[in-house]
């Protein structure tokens, strides 16, 4: 497996596994405007002419968001998830930010077993803050806020 980042011409790729590997995709024009953002780096796995995953970072002043990530169902469990996100975390210092962001469905239990893995920490919780997993039933879900401390190591 190797890590790249992607660019405009990876678009086919990248929205196949989105299609793919994802309940609440991301538009082909919402993933084209990503790769195309000077504000954002797309990341994707490879094996061989195979995209296993990507991810989204986005550059903020001060900090940086994970945005996005989708492993393909058949390549989970197999690493792939973690590889990208400890690129994001070493692209993270290399930018000097001070936390990486994100935000997750409370009820999605494999995302949050890989950050907590990873040493991310629960920040806070925003209730209702997604439309219901299952369009046609459900209520509203609760995200879980998390960060990862780039800077606190730095400083002690
Ligand atoms: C969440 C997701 C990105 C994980 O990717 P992955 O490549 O399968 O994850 P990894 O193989 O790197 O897993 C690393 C660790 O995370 C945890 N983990 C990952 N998937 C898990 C699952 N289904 N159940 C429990 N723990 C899980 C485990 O601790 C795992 O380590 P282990 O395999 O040694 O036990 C993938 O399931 C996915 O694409 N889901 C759909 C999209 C999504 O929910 N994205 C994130 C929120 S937007």
């Known amino acids: 497996m190797h890590l790249e980042r992607l660019g405009a011409t990876h678009l086919e790729a990248v929205a196949e596994v989105e ?3 994802q309940t609440h995709p991301w538009t082909r024009d919402t993933l084209a405007r990503a790769l195309d953002d000077a504000m954002l780096e797309v990341w994707g796995a490879w094996r061989a002419q195979t995209l296993l995953g990507f991810a989204v970072l986005a550059r903020l002043p001060f900090e ?3 945005q996005a990530l989708t492993v ?3 390549a989970r469990r197999q690493g792939v998830g973690h590889d990208l996100l400890r690129h994001l975390v070493t692209r993270a210092e290399a930018l000097a930010a001070e936390r990486l ?8 239990a494999p995302a949050l077993a890989l950050y907590r893995q990873l040493g991310f920490r629960e920040d ?3 209730p209702g803050y997604y439309p219901p997993a299952d ?6 879900e609760t995200a879980v806020l998390m960060s990862y401390p780039l800077a606190e190591g730095a400083s002690t």
């Open 64 to 66: 940086v968001e994970l």
């Open 19 to 21: 299609r793919l590997g």
């Open 72 to 74: 393909r169902p058949e």
């Open 124 to 126: 806070g919780r925003r």
């Open 101 to 108: 962001l994100l935000e997750v469905r409370e009820g999605n």
């Open 135 to 140: 369009a046609s039933a459900g209520k509203r």
